[in-house]
């Protein structure tokens, strides 16, 4: 039995300094993500956050108005737009839930409704890895 | 182009539990001292680490067009990742931008735990 929600929006979360700069931990850093002079002369006006700093923060805004995910198996995302310290993200999403795994297809948009990012995720309900 | 640093040594990098409790911190969430496994979203940000202490990006990366991950399993407080990675296709656009896919395994332990595609833009061909 498959049960779909169609396209819910999540609340809007404001990027702040914390979101640049602790990924970089993880991530490393570039003059992309940190060098303001140089990337106000870009294209990209400002520095922007790793893309995966995005999907995180974006797919945890949908966690918080359904549940957590308990395993990721599987996501796709593609980047449209960069994103900055102050822009507000929100999500619309779409929630399939199946037996075994639920399958989240998202879009991120900025406050001016421009489309940042999209993508599917898939996670299992359950406390359990899918073996490939 | 000198884009692959070919280092001497194996780039690895150990999880530890401040990072998971950072990673819960960052997503706004309760504090997570319980958990003894890394969130797959950070695992990623983990690899890409791996890979930008690997490769020689900057002024190259114009930017990151998308990616693509599977999970295979859980990766514990105190395991060491590290990447194989290989170039795969690629697309050339007018003004200098060239995409390409870069192939990426995340491996602990001689296992492979996550694969990945990470799709990147740069200003000149590799």
């Not at chain 2, 797959?40 to 998308?66: D, H, K, P, S, Y």
Request: with cysteine; aromatic share 10%; proline share 1%.
């Amino acid at each position: 039995m498959t049960i779909t929600k169609l396209y819910k929006k999540t609340c809007t979360l404001v990027i702040t300094e914390s979101h640049l700069l602790v990924p970089i931990i993880w991530e490393g850093d570039l003059n992309l993500h940190s060098n303001e002079p140089l990337m106000k002369q870009s294209r990209f006006q400002n520095i922007i956050l790793h893309g995966d700093t995005v999907f995180s923060l974006a797919t945890t805004l949908i966690e918080k108005q359904e549940a957590k995910f308990t395993f990721i198996n599987e996501f796709d995302t593609t980047y449209k737009r960069s994103v900055t310290i102050g822009d507000h993200i929100f999500v619309e999403y779409n929630l399939v839930v199946t037996e075994h795994q639920r399958k989240v297809e998202f879009l991120v948009f900025n406050v001016d409704r421009k489309l940042v990012m999209e993508g599917t995720v898939w996670t299992t309900s359950e406390n359990e890895v899918f073996e490939s | 182009m000198n884009f692959i640093k070919q280092p001497h040594t194996t780039i690895s990098r150990t999880l530890y539990q401040t990072d998971i409790i950072l990673f819960q911190k960052l997503l706004g969430n309760e504090s997570s001292e319980e958990a003894q496994f890394s969130d797959n979203r950070q695992l990623v940000m983990l690899a890409i680490g791996i890979l930008n202490r690997t490769l020689n990006l900057e002024g190259f990366l114009v930017a990151v067009v998308g990616q693509k991950w599977k999970f295979y399993g859980k990766v514990m407080i105190g395991e060491t990742l590290s990447v194989a990675y290989q170039v795969q296709e690629n697309k050339t656009f007018g003004n200098k931008r060239y995409i390409y896919d870069i192939k990426i395994d995340l491996i602990v332990e001689e296992h492979v735990v996550a694969e990945g595609i990470w799709g990147i833009m740069l200003n000149s061909k590799l």
